[in-house]
């Protein structure tokens, strides 16, 4: 069992500060905190007792607890006064990370809204889709993606910017929004009820939202606080002065503040549901970089100048950080903590942030989750993952997990099968998708698509993916949703989508495409065709053509363990894309 094991059962059995106990949750018994806040809204007042607290940094912007949930209270009240928003109505945010991505989730938190943060890298078409699939009312952006808004169906005058740049005819800037009073908190919707609705890309290519909800998110917040509770008592009984890393959730005015460079996107919930949200409740700080591809050297100089504690989001952060030796003449001494998930890491990264950063031996964490799980689902921490480098972990206070086999049947302890999740913590359904609910959700249970065991120690360790994803640099791409763009191509016949390892990005993605005569030349105006119509992530990089058929069994299913197994990419073309990666 985890080292932590002891102190997690104190603090969660009967009469710790995180009990636990059975709870209904439409319908479903499943594990919960007995004292649980009912509404995301609790944290506006949480942070308005920070004051003067630094909580969010880019660049020159600086922006302290009070003043960030004033300008969010503002915001909410001239969002309700203008456009006549009403407890439940979908706001989008759009941009990249900045202090008022995080100021507009508050302000739709406070009025009782649902928040939709899109992704930044979505295309005009891709924002189409999730607009009118949520039925979105407003529209909160930075002016880089104002157009693209407008473009995708939003009225400009309901779209918002925040942010220098210029603006299209008729969008309204976020600071002409604002009320002269502060919101007034009204009444509350049911805590079962959506606080945000975070779009994926599904396996038929088209994509579903899960629906998050205010119960989902806290326990989220609960879990870590909890995990990360029993971490700091385990450490004051074994004599460590360090305090636990990051993310612990304890609220004491008197902590050292933990200060995060938030590289991960927002609009990801690893980013907002396991960072930013845990920081305000701890009262902690968030700097973000500039807007743009990430750049590892710009990134060492704010860690740096900033005294940042904890870094990572991704394993290929920290991997290019060392890589590229961006801490070479950097003062990194701040730092007291490394974290990752959203993507596979292999074990040698551990060894070479320990030996690139000796002092942070047993503060190195690891998460798996998914969006639909708020995300944490298991964490491996300090002393558990040092000693159990190819796991993921142990599963947090609400979650049960079980090894499935093909017919939903649990598994014994080693056998591998298909990874299932219950808890307070995940997600109930899709929005409006009954139809992809009836296979993800099963008695209860979610199925993750992910294929893994369980250990005799309970920790968990991931082998395979069902779903057909790849997963670049934290980024899911669903390959029907490329292969369904290419195949309309009028040049191409058929076409394939796999995932092929990538040093930095952990995979990238390849099309195997046939074509009646191979030609190099096609490569490029594939590229330029998908980018029409998919965000430039999810373009392939890699591109092999081929006159003869692809390889399928007798379903006509395309066998794609061959192609993966013997790709060779012909062609790569194209720059990286403008991204946090």
């Not at 407890?87 to 202090?99: F, V, W």
């Not at 925040?162 to 976020?174: D, F, K, Q, T, V």
């Not at 980024?475 to 995932?499: M, Q, R």
């Amino acid at each position: 069992m985890s080292v932590y094991a002891p102190y997690l059962r104190e603090l969660t059995g009967p009469g710790g500060r995180f009990e636990l106990a059975e709870v209904s949750i439409r319908g479903v018994r499943q594990l919960g905190f007995v004292d649980q806040p009912d509404h995301l809204s609790f944290l506006i007042g949480v942070g308005q007792e920070h004051g003067d607290r630094e909580f969010l940094v880019q660049g020159a912007t600086r922006y302290t607890y009070a003043a960030a949930m004033e300008r969010a209270l503002l915001l909410a009240r001239g969002l309700v006064q203008r456009f006549g928003l009403e407890g439940g109505d979908r706001i989008a945010i759009l941009g990249s990370n900045a202090p008022d991505w995080v100021v507009s989730f508050w302000a739709i938190t406070a009025m009782d809204g649902v928040a939709v943060p899109f992704n930044a890298w979505w295309t005009a078409e891709e924002l189409a889709f999730g607009i009118a699939d949520s039925e979105t009312r407003v529209v909160l952006c930075d002016a880089r993606r104002a157009g693209a808004a407008i473009e995708a169906g939003m009225a400009a005058d309901r779209v918002v910017v925040w942010g220098e740049g210029e603006i299209p005819s008729g969008a309204l800037r976020l600071g002409d929004v604002l009320a002269d009073q502060p919101h007034d908190h009204g009444t509350r919707r049911d805590t079962d009820e959506p606080a945000g609705l975070f779009y994926t890309s599904g396996t038929t290519g088209r994509p579903k939202a899960s629906a998050n909800s205010h119960r989902n998110i806290i326990a989220n917040l609960m879990n870590a606080a909890a995990v990360f509770g029993a971490i700091g008592k385990h450490n004051k009984a074994s004599n460590q002065s360090d305090s636990p890393p990051s993310q612990s959730g304890a609220r004491d005015k008197h902590r050292t503040q933990d200060i995060d460079l938030t590289v991960i996107p927002l609009f990801h919930t690893t980013a907002l549901m396991s960072t930013m949200i845990p920081y305000v409740y701890a009262g902690h700080k968030l700097v973000f970089m500039p807007p743009g591809r990430f750049d590892p050297h710009e990134a060492a100089r704010v860690i740096e100048a900033e005294q940042v504690t904890r870094f990572g989001g991704v394993p290929t952060i920290v991997a290019r950080i060392i890589d590229e030796q961006a801490y070479v003449d950097r003062d990194f001494s701040s730092v007291k903590a490394i974290s990752y998930g959203g993507a596979p890491c292999a074990p040698a990264l551990l060894r070479r942030i320990e030996h690139v950063f000796p002092g942070l031996k047993g503060r190195v964490i690891q998460g798996y989750g998914l969006t639909e799980t708020s995300p944490l689902l298991t964490l491996n921490v300090g002393d558990d993952y040092h000693d159990h480098p190819n796991s993921v972990g142990v599963a947090v206070p609400t979650t049960e997990l079980r090894i499935a086999d093909p017919e939903g049947n649990a598994l014994p302890v080693g056998a591998t099968g298909e990874i299932w999740a219950k808890g307070s913590n995940i997600i109930s359904g899709y929005w409006n998708r009954p139809d992809v609910n009836a296979e993800a959700f099963v008695d209860g249970y979610f199925r993750t698509g992910d294929i893994g065991y369980l250990d005799d120690l309970g920790f968990l360790y991931i082998t395979d993916r069902a779903k057909d994803v790849v997963i670049r640099g934290g980024e899911n791409i669903y390959c029907v949703e490329v292969e369904n763009v290419l195949i309309a191509h009028p040049k191409v016949v058929d076409v394939a989508v796999i995932g092929v390892p990538h040093e930095e990005l952990g995979e990238e993605v390849k099309a195997v495409v046939v074509v009646e005569h191979e030609r190099a030349s096609l490569a490029g105006e594939l590229e330029e065709f998908a980018r029409e119509h998919l965000a430039s992530f999810k373009v392939p990089s890699q591109w092999e053509f081929r006159t003869d058929m692809l390889p399928r069994n007798a379903s006509g299913k395309v066998l794609k363990p061959t192609l993966r197994d013997g790709h060779s990419a012909v062609f790569a073309v194209g720059e990286e894309s403008d991204s946090a990666l």
